[in-house]
């Protein structure tokens, strides 16, 4: 803990102040301690005690093109000399919106919001109103923000129902909307298809991630999402694809163009603004034009917040250089890690699992050789992967809490490598230690 004096006395005088002493209780999980930063550039970080890591987190999935990206620092600054909060319309809307609707396959219609959990609200609302059907499917796992309304079924924990039930997350949830949301088992096309069949005059959507980024980076059967677009067509309902995470990350038109199923609407979030707080709801035109026909409210002070369009037209711009060359490089520099590591784990005879796509992966130390929903990742061991993430931080790697990680545009073979370099020291580190099962 030396290493860390800096941070630890931060932290304890944030606790005197700051709820938890952290801004969102996620970090508050970090080992051995949330750590205090001082300064971020490209893909290396700081913290107040002077160590220096090499970044896989980017903010939690935000820094597609790393920290502080010369074109997305020029275009804030450019933006904040003209203005930086407007509450009224300018042209960075309409270039911005039209931008991701040459990108997403399902964006007819754009609306602006800052923040995923807000995007989503949106989203069903649209769904609830086109319907005019109450309740929405969601699946166990999944997260959609932690709004009352859709905080269900996210992360419960053993002992288990049979099958997967609206059960409520925190304290301080209202009761009342455990009857809005049926939750079900995902990559399950029969379980939904039953579902429907008996209930589809009551639901207006069905909401998923289409990469089940928040459970362990885990994959859709082949098929499975093709399923979803025909079942939800059959019966009516609204399908509502989540990508916060995905969007602007997996592929440039996001999961829906990787896997080539087009939801009715989607969302998007963290990568499209570069860092800066931005949110966007896209969907077909029969669905968005519900908002100008005054039938769904929709407002936010901050929506369509100038800094962020500025921020976003320049990330966006950055990624489709040269074809969508740079998140193409980033995707095959995450899958090179990818095999690295899998490559030194069987070496060192470790049991480890490796779900997701170059850009967005997860490690599971489990026995498992596949993972299909979200209690198939319970019995991986979190002490091991505890005990490789302070590894890690030690050789200078900083990981995210849940053992996700990141790739962005900024990352290089060096980073890879070096990366490599220390998974290899963690693994010799925990195997002698004998932490875990």
């Not at 203005?83 to 609306?111: N, T, Y």
């Not at 499975?224 to 009516?236: D, E, I, P, S, V």
């Not at 091991?384 to 900083?398: H, I, N, P, S, T």
């Amino acid at each position: 803990m030396k290493r860390f004096k800096r941070s630890a006395q931060l932290f304890q005088k944030s606790q005197r102040h700051l709820a938890g002493g952290v801004s969102s209780m996620l970090r508050a999980s970090s080992k051995p301690l949330p750590l205090f930063f001082k300064s971020y550039s490209g893909t290396k970080l700081v913290d107040v005690d002077g160590n220096r890591y090499l970044d896989f987190t980017l903010a939690w999935g935000p820094l597609i093109l790393g920290s502080s990206h010369p074109a997305v620092t020029r275009a804030v600054q450019n933006q904040i000399r003209q203005f930086q909060c407007l509450g009224a319309q300018h042209e960075l809307e309409i270039e911005v919106a039209e931008k991701i609707c040459q990108m997403v396959p399902c964006s007819e219609r754009v609306a602006y919001s800052s923040t995923g959990s807000e995007a989503v609200q949106l989203a069903l609302r649209l769904a609830r109103a086109a319907t005019g059907r109450p309740k929405i499917v969601k699946f166990e796992g999944h997260y959609h923000g932690w709004m009352d309304n859709i905080l269900l079924g996210y992360h419960p924990q053993p002992p288990l129902q049979t099958a997967p039930q609206a059960e409520l997350t925190t304290e301080g949830q209202s009761p009342a909307i455990l009857g809005d949301v049926v939750v079900l088992p995902w990559n399950d096309a029969p379980g939904l298809e039953a579902c429907l069949r008996e209930r589809s005059h009551e639901i207006a959507g069905i909401i998923t991630e289409p990469i089940l980024c928040n459970s362990s980076c885990l994959m859709p059967l082949p098929g499975y999402l093709q399923a979803l677009r025909k079942l939800a067509t059959r019966y009516g309902v609204v399908l509502i694809f989540d990508e916060v995470i995905t969007g602007f990350r997996v592929a440039p038109g996001g999961a829906q163009s990787l896997f080539g199923v087009v939801p009715d609407l989607a969302i998007f979030g963290k990568a499209v603004a570069g860092g800066f707080p931005l949110s966007v709801v896209v969907g077909k035109k029969e669905f968005m034009d519900l908002i100008p026909q005054k039938r769904v409210t929709h407002a936010g002070t901050f929506n369509g917040n100038p800094v962020s369009l500025a921020a976003a037209r320049a990330t966006l711009g950055v990624l489709n250089a040269r074809g969508g060359a740079p998140l193409k490089s980033a995707r095959k520099l995450g899958e090179r890690l990818i095999a690295g590591i899998g490559r030194l784990a069987e070496e060192g005879e470790i049991p480890l699992l490796i779900n997701g796509v170059g850009t967005a992966f997860h490690l599971s130390f489990t026995v498992r050789s596949e993972m299909r929903n979200y209690r198939d990742t319970l019995d991986a061991d979190t002490q091991k992967r505890d005990a490789f993430l302070e590894a890690m931080l030690q050789e200078g790697v900083y990981l995210l809490s849940d053992g996700r990680w990141y790739v962005s545009a900024a990352h290089t073979q060096a980073d890879i490598e070096l990366a490599l370099k220390a998974v290899r020291k963690a693994f010799v580190r925990i195997k002698s230690s004998k932490v875990g099962g």
